[in-house]
């Protein structure tokens, strides 16, 4: 019974793999012995987890102990990391996070809870893995985790509040910003996919729309805005955190789901990006922070999160723009041999010193390999593996950076870095076509979505 169990699981994954990832051809081991380091590492870290926090949200590494984002455990790592599994080939490894979801995730609970995180980690991560392993378990907690994070959309304007009660639907958080209020059509709209409920597919096209109807007269967006006024707090403009995927998910969400739409959002605000945020600096192009009225340059910062703007330019087929930015974020990855936050691109200096282990500018050099074969970008890459290794590896797990000057470490492996970093580093490594991206989208957590025939929301 064990064995046919075993065998049934093991066959579902490869017919899986044969759909998502391409032709059977694709299916071939990987050439590059880098992918098999990527993967190697990947199971240090998850080891370290399994043995020192096991059940917890994420592990703390240099303590060697787990710990939560709230008074219990959401086992965020597992729920981030199953999918990173199932396209590593780590079935056991997969099997047993899938064991420990079942039994320990629950979503009902009198915690108030930001609804940002827990749409594109646990929400994303649940419908990526209800695609890759057709269990309905997956999708039975989706959909429940999708209805209590719904109140939350209950806004005058339709932009969510930031924080909901998993149980009673209450809300707080009234300023929020256009990365926290627009990031949902993906996994919502996947929600409406497979459950037949349009309600989601609404509510997340409401909020973002919201967002962009506010836009300044010249097409911009500023940082933080009152969901029940509509009212912008801060009107400085960028690409950075607390916007970013916004503008990634109007892009994503017409490619998804062919919704002109959505096309249409990002065609017009892309062009204002380009027009009033680009700025070249002796021959690198950089995209700084203006005043969302005038489009008038503020700060010529460039950070770690903004780096996720070569995938998107790419993914829109802007690939001069993509390369000559990428070329620009590895230029700041080499200040100090690893990436800081924030940095003044004028002056280069370094403005924020951590390094949180992000995945924003290996993901963009993925794509870029992706869409062009060059092989500059698999260089830029083992630079990035490279250092991960020598600055952030401990004897149990990754370790965040508190400052890249000093290369000190900080106590914490966030779920992201099996989500994303290591994933897009594993993707860079292997076969180019691994992953077919005219039909796949991965949503701002890397959780893949499978692109299907779609339905026309009434």
């Not at 280069?348 to 970008?377: A, C, Q, V």
């Not at 600055?391 to 965040?400: F, I």
């Amino acid at each position: 019974m064990i064995k046919h169990a075993l065998a049934v699981f093991v066959f579902t994954v490869l017919m899986v793999l044969m759909l998502f990832f391409g032709s059977c051809n694709n299916m071939k081991p990987h050439k590059d012995p880098l992918a098999d380091s990527v993967r190697t590492e990947f199971l240090h870290a998850w080891q370290a987890y399994k043995t020192y926090a096991w059940g917890q949200d994420y592990l703390k590494p240099l303590s060697k102990q787990g710990q939560n984002w709230y008074d219990s455990s959401f086992v965020i790592t597992p729920v981030d990391a199953y999918d990173t599994m199932i396209l590593m080939g780590l079935n056991r490894q997969a099997q047993e996070a899938k064991q420990l979801i079942m039994a320990k995730l629950s979503f009902d609970r009198n915690i108030s809870v930001k609804v940002f995180e827990f749409n594109i980690r646990l929400l994303g991560g649940l419908l990526a893995a209800y695609q890759l392993d057709h269990d309905k378990r997956f999708l039975q907690l989706a959909e429940d985790l999708g209805k209590r994070l719904l109140p939350a959309f209950a806004s005058p304007t339709g932009m969510p509040y930031r924080y909901v009660n998993l149980k009673t639907g209450a809300v707080s958080g009234t300023v929020s910003n256009p990365a926290e209020i627009g990031t949902y059509i993906v996994e919502f709209g996947m929600l409406t996919h497979f459950s037949g409920d349009s309600v989601y597919y609404k509510a997340a096209k409401k909020a973002i729309s919201a967002v962009y109807r506010r836009r300044s007269a010249i097409g911009l967006v500023g940082t933080t805005i009152n969901v029940d006024t509509g009212t912008w707090m801060d009107k400085s403009s960028h690409i950075g955190g607390m916007i970013d995927s916004y503008y990634e998910y109007l892009l994503k969400g017409f490619v998804l789901f062919k919704d002109p739409d959505f096309g249409e959002m990002w065609k017009h605000s892309v062009n204002a990006i380009n027009t009033y945020l680009a700025d070249e600096y002796e021959d690198n192009l950089w995209y700084g922070r203006a005043d969302m009225e005038s489009g008038k340059l503020r700060k010529p910062w460039f950070g770690a999160l903004d780096a996720f703007f070569p995938a998107v330019l790419s993914l829109d087929g802007q690939m001069d723009r993509a390369r000559a930015l990428l070329n620009s974020c590895f230029t700041m990855w080499q200040l100090e041999g690893i990436e800081p936050e924030l940095i003044n691109y004028r002056t280069m200096r370094i403005l924020s010193p951590e390094y949180p282990l992000r995945p924003e500018i290996i993901e963009s050099t993925y794509y870029l390999y992706y869409f062009t074969g060059n092989k500059r970008y698999r260089d830029m890459g083992r630079a990035y593996f490279k250092a991960l290794k020598r600055y952030c590896r401990t004897g149990s797990g990754y370790a965040e950076l508190k400052s890249v000057i000093s290369k000190e470490k900080v106590d914490r492996m966030d779920s992201y870095f099996l989500a994303e970093t290591l994933k897009y580093l594993y993707l860079l490594f292997s076969d180019r076509r691994k992953i077919n991206l005219s039909k796949t989208v991965f949503n701002t957590e890397a959780h893949p979505m499978f692109m299907q025939t779609y339905w026309k929301v009434k």
